[in-house]
């Protein structure tokens, strides 16, 4: 029988984060309720849900989840000339944020295909579901760890990009 585990205020908005499972059958999903509607619910992610082993874990997780919004500055600064402005500072600010942006991207791709390791080591290969998960986490995962590889490469050009402009 589901119980709900958790049911505490949303930090950052109105609502509430659930975790709820079936204790008995040792899994765990979480879910954001807003007005009385679902909103989120990792119970829905493919054809079983996320099923956390731990409620703490799932807690963790939609906490996450409903983090606060960021004030990050736009990824591309205007081109429009101000008496007093330095088009050459500008430029390499600019290049520096795209490529803190790009590293970010392939780290954000590297940390998830760890993650996704970690639940592949889990799928139980002589389910048809387990082996299907592995099939599609392998894929993801090769296709991931690919563009990671690109995306840190574009981030070393533009540093060097930057590099050379400073240098004229």
Request: charged share 25%.
């Given at each position: ?25 040792g ?31 799932a ?6 989840h ?22 050459l ?80």
């Amino acid at each position: 029988m589901t119980t709900t585990i958790y049911a505490i205020d949303r930090p950052f908005a109105d609502g509430t984060v659930e975790v709820y499972g079936e204790p008995d059958m040792g899994w765990y999903e979480w879910r954001i309720i807003e007005r009385g509607d679902i909103i989120h619910d990792s119970g829905k992610h493919g054809t079983s849900g996320m099923q956390y082993g731990s409620p703490a874990i799932a807690l963790r997780d939609a906490l996450n989840h409903v983090e606060p919004p960021t004030q990050e500055p736009a990824l591309v600064t205007p081109i429009s000339w101000v008496p007093g402005r330095d088009a050459l500072s500008e430029n390499l600010t600019q290049v520096n944020r795209l490529a803190d942006v790009v590293r970010g991207m392939a780290t954000a791709l590297i940390d998830e295909t760890a993650n996704a390791k970690t639940l592949r080591s889990v799928m139980n290969p002589d389910h048809p579901n387990g082996r299907l998960g592995m099939v599609y986490t392998d894929t993801r995962v090769q296709h991931a760890e690919r563009v990671a590889q690109v995306l840190n490469k574009a981030a070393d050009d533009l540093r060097d990009l930057a590099h050379m402009e400073n240098e004229q």
